[in-house]
C-alpha cells in the first residue's frame, strides 16, 4: 500500500540556518507533490507544487527538490526565521494523475532565535 | 472571500449520537474534500467528490456518509458516533482544473466523542 514518511521528530534549528525537511514514498510514482504549512490550531496552507518531471522549483527562500528515483522530495526554507516555525506537510496525488491526494504525518520545525 | 467555511468549530457527543459537519466554499470549486487529523496518523481521506453530484471514499470511510449538497456545499454525517471518530476534522477544496491544483482548508471541526 501506499506510504508516505516524514521526519516524525521536530527539527530545531537556529535563526539563519537553512532548515531540511524530507518526505520519503513508497511503492507508487506520483505525478504531483505538494508542500503545506499548517500552524497550530488552522487548516494547512499550500506552499509548493513540483512535477514528476521536475527537479526543483523554488518560491522566494523555499525551494522543493523532486527525485522520483529515490522516491524522495526534500523541502528546504534557506535563511530561517522564528515566523516559519510550524508543521510542514507533503501530499502526493493517489491514484497518480487525480486530485485525490493523500499527506504524511508531517514535521515539525522549531526556528530557535 | 470567505475561502472555506466549516461549522461548527467544536462538537462534543455522546456514543451513539449522530450529526453533521457543514462545509461551504466560495471559490467556484469543483472538488471537495473531507480529512479527519489525528496526533501521529497526519491527514486522512474520508471522502471525497470531485464534482457535483459524485462521491468517492478515501482511506477511512467507515462511519461516514457524504453529501454533495451542491457546488458550494459538503457535508460529512456521523450517523452514530464512536469514540474512535473523536477528531479535528478539515474540509478541502481545490479547482481541479489545471494541474497546479492546491487544496484550500477551512480551519477544522475538533470533535470529540465520550
Known amino acids: 500500500s501506499q506510504k508516505i514518511e516524514q521526519n516524525s521528530e521536530a527539527l530545531n534549528i537556529q535563526e539563519g540556518k537553512t532548515a531540511t525537511l524530507t518526505c520519503n514514498y513508497t511503492?507508487?510514482?506520483?505525478?504531483?507533490l505538494q508542500w503545506y504549512r499548517q500552524d497550530p490550531g488552522r487548516g494547512p496552507v499550500f506552499l509548493l507544487l513540483i512535477r514528476e518531471n521536475e527537479k526543483e522549483k523554488r518560491k522566494e527562500r523555499l525551494k522543493v527538490t523532486f527525485d522520483t528515483t529515490l522516491k524522495q522530495s526534500l523541502f528546504h526554507i534557506t535563511a530561517s526565521q522564528p515566523a516559519d516555525s510550524a508543521t510542514y506537510l507533503c501530499a502526493l496525488d493517489y491514484p497518480s494523475g487525480t486530485y485525490k491526494y493523500i499527506f504524511g504525518t508531517g514535521t515539525r520545525l522549531k526556528v530557535l532565535a | 472571500n470567505a475561502g472555506v467555511t466549516q461549522t461548527p468549530k467544536f462538537q462534543v457527543l455522546k456514543t451513539g449520537q449522530s450529526m453533521t459537519l457543514q462545509c461551504a466554499q466560495d471559490?467556484?470549486?469543483?472538488?471537495m474534500y473531507w480529512y479527519r487529523q489525528d496526533p501521529g496518523m497526519g491527514l486522512r481521506l474520508i471522502y471525497y467528490?470531485?464534482?457535483?453530484?459524485?462521491?468517492d471514499k478515501g482511506e477511512v470511510p467507515n462511519g461516514y456518509n457524504v453529501s454533495r449538497l451542491n457546488k458550494r456545499e459538503f457535508s460529512l454525517r456521523l450517523e452514530s458516533a464512536a469514540p474512535s471518530q473523536t477528531s479535528v476534522y478539515f474540509c478541502?477544496?481545490?479547482?481541479?482544473?489545471?494541474?497546479?491544483?492546491?487544496?484550500?482548508f477551512g480551519n477544522g471541526t475538533r470533535l470529540t466523542v465520550t
Open positions: 467528490s470531485a464534482s457535483e453530484g459524485t462521491t
Open positions: 471559490m467556484n470549486h469543483n472538488s
Open positions: 511503492n507508487y510514482s506520483p505525478a504531483y
Open positions: 478541502a477544496s481545490t479547482e481541479a482544473v489545471w494541474d497546479n491544483s492546491p487544496l484550500h
